[in-house]
């Protein structure tokens, strides 16, 4: 069964600033996702990273991964107050497709 | 709005009742998923529908918990005789058929409280 082990699970950065969270997991996997949720809402897809050395990246955010090393980043580089948020990665592992997620890392960016 | 919906948004309910919650994919989405979501986690994996065929359920999914797709569009998840533990928000999502590797779209939630 997959275990998703997310760090840090809490962050409160300043504006400007760069930061990684990690997201590492326990069995091979072909795929790995990421997500946002602000508060009281749903899970917005933000990347799907399918092979070794996948990397994308959408304005201010970059995800990566390693499938050797069982291990994933999302890069935040200068930083703004929208990107505040909880972030998850999750993998398959919930059964045939279902996905099994992280604890989440709540992220603060403070002006 | 052609994103994954899902009725009602919000339901309290008293302990021992129960619950039904609707969940309408993605159009012609054939994949839709159920997860639980308690404050402060991440989603939980509850049960996945292949067009109308339940292919897997958790084990987190009790005798009291029991999901439908009957024509392979909508879907319900009825909670029997609830209990104080089930508050949670419960997610759909849907993913469209082809590649397993495609993403899971989320709707945007049922949240349960039971008194």
């Known amino acids: 069964e997959l275990k998703v082990e997310q760090n840090p699970l809490f962050l409160s950065m300043q504006e400007g600033k760069n930061y990684t969270i990690y997201c590492n997991y326990s069995?091979?996997?072909?795929?790995l996702y990421w997500y946002r949720q602000d508060p009281g809402k749903s899970l917005e897809s933000l990347f799907v990273?399918?092979?070794?050395?996948a990397v994308k990246q959408e304005g201010r955010l970059m995800a990566s991964l390693d499938t050797k090393a069982r291990l994933s980043t999302l890069h935040i580089t200068a930083a703004v107050h929208d990107l505040s948020a909880t972030y998850f990665c999750?993998?398959?592992?919930?059964?045939?497709?279902?996905?099994?997620f992280g604890k989440g890392t709540h992220l603060i960016i403070q002006p | 709005d052609t994103g994954v919906s899902q009725d009602p948004r919000h339901k309290i309910t008293k302990r021992g009742q129960n619950v039904t919650f609707r969940c309408d994919p993605i159009?012609?989405?054939?994949?839709l998923y159920w997860y639980r979501q308690t404050l402060g986690q991440g989603p939980e994996f509850l049960t996945y529908?292949?067009?109308?065929?339940?292919?897997?359920k958790s084990r987190l999914l009790s005798d009291r918990f029991s999901a439908e797709r009957p024509k392979g569009s909508f879907s319900t998840l009825e909670i029997q005789r609830t209990e104080q533990g089930d508050s949670a928000m419960y997610l759909c999502?849907?993913?469209?058929?082809?590649?397993?590797?495609?993403?899971?779209?989320f709707g945007p939630g049922t949240r349960l409280t039971v008194l």
């Open positions: 999502a849907s993913s469209p058929r082809g590649s397993r590797l495609v993403e899971q779209f």
């Open positions: 069995t091979t996997s072909d795929r």
């Open positions: 990273l399918l092979s070794n050395g």
């Open positions: 999750a993998g398959p592992g919930g059964g045939a497709d279902g996905l099994t």
């Open positions: 159009s012609e989405h054939n994949r």
């Open positions: 529908f292949q067009n109308e065929a339940q292919l897997e």
